[in-house]
T-cell receptor, first 114, second 111 residues
């Protein structure tokens, strides 16, 4: 069964460093998403992406964040200058984009900013 | 601010019992409603979705939606210890691409 994959599974970085989180959405899906979940808190929407552009973003998704689909399969989230409060699980999701709005999630990347 | 609220629990039920999980949402324009299961340290896993008022059954799971009351629930029949997890309610807003999430209800099924 097709699934969303994410790499790396864990990432430790120093405050102020740039990180890139990678995702491979399900191959025939058209919409891609990033969510994050700080330990013990709600899952939070960051951004949705369709047709090579951002379709919606949250107030969390400020100028330090960017997304890109560099080729036909990968979808990346870049954090330019990490802060301690960026420590969280980051989930990529994708959806088919027709009448089905169901979003399927990858296993997540646990980001720890020291 | 659009909100989704769930009782955090923990909800404890004996094996074989019915577990009832509830969720309310604030955005009356919401059109799509999802239940995900999340094991500790793992990603959300889709259990069910519902778009229309009423009940929707899938195996041991039944989702119930009442848009007038802005309420959605999940019933798990014949609960198993493997059902022990956190159940997340997520609501599609606006064009339904963005999901707003509840904090989740922790369910423990005791053998």
């Amino acid at each position: 069964e097709p699934e969303v994959t994410q790499t790396p599974s864990h990432q430790v970085t120093q405050m102020g460093q740039e990180v890139i989180l990678r995702c491979v959405p399900i191959s025939n899906h058209l919409y891609f998403y990033w969510y994050r979940q700080i330990l013990g808190q709600k899952v939070e929407f960051l951004v949705s992406f369709y047709n090579n552009e951002i379709s919606e973003k949250s107030e969390i998704f400020d100028d330090q964040f960017s997304v890109e689909r560099p080729d036909g399969s990968n979808f990346t989230l870049k954090i330019r200058s990490t802060k301690l409060e960026d420590s969280a699980m980051y989930f990529c999701a994708s959806s088919l984009g027709t009448s089905s709005e169901t979003q399927y999630f990858g296993p997540g990347t646990r980001l720890l900013v020291l | 601010q659009k909100e989704v609220e769930q009782n955090s629990g923990p909800l404890s039920v004996p094996e074989g019992a019915i577990a009832s999980l509830n969720c309310t949402y604030s955005d009356r324009g919401s059109q799509s409603f999802f239940w995900y299961r999340q094991y500790s340290g793992k990603s959300p896993e889709l259990i069910m979705f519902i778009y229309s008022n009423g009940d929707k059954e899938d195996g041991r799971f039944t989702a119930q939606l009442n848009k007038a009351s802005q309420y959605v629930s999940l019933l798990i029949r014949d609960s198993q210890p493997s059902d022990s997890a956190t159940y997340l309610c997520a609501v599609g807003t606006g064009n339904n691409r963005k999901l707003i999430w509840g904090l989740g209800t922790s369910l423990a099924v005791n053998p």
